[in-house]
């Protein structure tokens, strides 16, 4: 049988306890903060990837910040089969929310809730179990393993971190010098940096340049909503957008701990995912378009720097295209730091000079957008 508890929401929010308990300092926060923008995820979940406090430490918080009793790990390993069945794999992952096993005499159930305050899951879950549901709280990070373990669901690249402990300067990105020192000599050669000629000519090779579907917002359009994104998720919608009847494809890439993750994207017909944009992780390693705008913190437009071109290849191939005949890759920078690398290519013809202007413009706009998202998140 399960304890029962309940109490009310307290007002002050995470940080803002974690600063009074002395549990972080503000420059943490901070740090913390500027993962959020620009990673996503929930602040808790930031905080212990940056190795700032621990997930048993983040649980006690956010108990005393919901009022809620914790979904510890024994009852989240001794979870109802038939409660996680009735639930089902796609409401969980949607909801976060995980059944642990009846209360009392079995007429309400205890669930795990990563938001243990929204109504909307509450009631959700509610109707699906046919059961009062009494909510417990679990920290994101927690929630996503469990989610796997019983349901089998992956977590995204983006939450499955090889680096636990913080870098020594957040601001700054080690994983270059570290990188290119395990290399062979002489196995790194490096592009031009930014290229906007021509690609040779290969007839029996490139797929014909077939029509696109008219575009699906202006440049300038894109811009200004770009410059007034509320969220990070914003700006990447309008990559996408810019995207349609442009681009045969494009990807926007998180940098993290040396690889390229999958974070949004768009593909033109007949051109088909054969999985999911979240499910693409690439490492930063050897010569690729992806490194080199990486490494030089410069776009680059242009055919890959290699004849092999292996990162490339195994993009192409979760696309389900062909090789490209125009790649461009712009990075967005973040205090000397990569967070973003946007790539696209077309399909048939080389990149367009203007096109790749103007995917190098709207990475930019989105690196002070970002800027402004941490500001305003510092003074929130």
């Known amino acids: 049988m399960l304890p029962r508890d309940a109490g009310a929401r307290r007002t002050v929010k995470l940080g803002t306890l974690l600063l009074r308990n002395a549990a972080i300092g503000l420059t943490q926060l901070e740090a913390a903060l500027r993962n959020q923008v620009l990673y996503g995820g929930r602040l808790g979940t930031n905080l212990v990837e940056l190795g700032f406090i621990d997930l ?3 649980s006690g918080y956010l108990a005393e910040l919901t009022g809620f009793a914790i979904a510890t790990p024994t009852l989240l390993d001794d979870a109802n089969p038939q409660l996680l069945q009735r639930l089902g794999a796609d409401d969980a992952h949607r909801l976060r929310a995980i059944p642990l096993g009846y209360l009392g ?26 059961a009062e549901v009494v909510p417990y709280v679990v920290p994101e990070l927690r929630a996503l393993y469990y989610l796997e373990k019983h349901y089998g669901l992956p977590r995204r690249a983006r939450f499955v971190r090889g680096r636990t402990e913080p870098d020594p300067d957040p601001d700054l990105d080690p994983d270059t010098t570290e990188r290119r020192r395990a290399q062979p000599p002489g196995s790194q050669v490096m592009p031009p940096q930014l290229t906007l000629a021509p690609r040779r000519h290969r007839p029996t090779s490139q797929p014909p340049s077939l029509p696109r579907s008219p575009v ?20 990447a919608d309008v990559f996408a957008e810019y995207a349609r009847g442009r681009f045969d494809a494009l990807v926007i890439f998180l940098i993290r701990d040396g690889n390229a993750l999958g974070w ?3 593909v033109s017909p007949p051109s088909a995912l054969r999985s999911p944009i979240e499910d693409l992780s690439l490492p930063l390693a050897g010569a690729s378009t992806l490194q080199s705008a990486h490494d030089t913190c410069e776009p680059f437009a242009g055919p890959p720097p290699t004849d092999a071109h292996p990162t490339e ?24 730091r990569v967070v973003n690398l946007v790539y696209a290519h077309v399909l048939g013809e080389p990149m367009p000079a203007p096109l790749a202007a103007e995917l190098f413009e709207l990475a930019s706009r ?5 800027l402004r998202l941490i500001r305003q998140a510092r003074g929130s």
């Open 313 to 336: 290849t195994r993009l192409w191939k979760a696309l389900g295209c062909a090789e490209p005949a125009g790649v461009a890759v712009a990075p967005i920078q973040v205090k000397q």
């Open 366 to 370: 989105a690196q002070s957008a970002y």
């Open 264 to 266: 949004r994207g768009f």
């Open 56 to 58: 048993e430490l983040l």
């Open 216 to 235: 699906a917002i202006t440049f300038e359009g894109a811009c200004e909503r770009i410059d007034t994104a509320p969220h990070r998720e914003r700006i």
């Open 105 to 130: 005499e079995g007429a309400s159930v205890a669930v795990a809730f990563v938001d243990p305050k929204d109504a909307a899951a509450n009631a959700h879950v509610t109707g699906r179990l046919g």
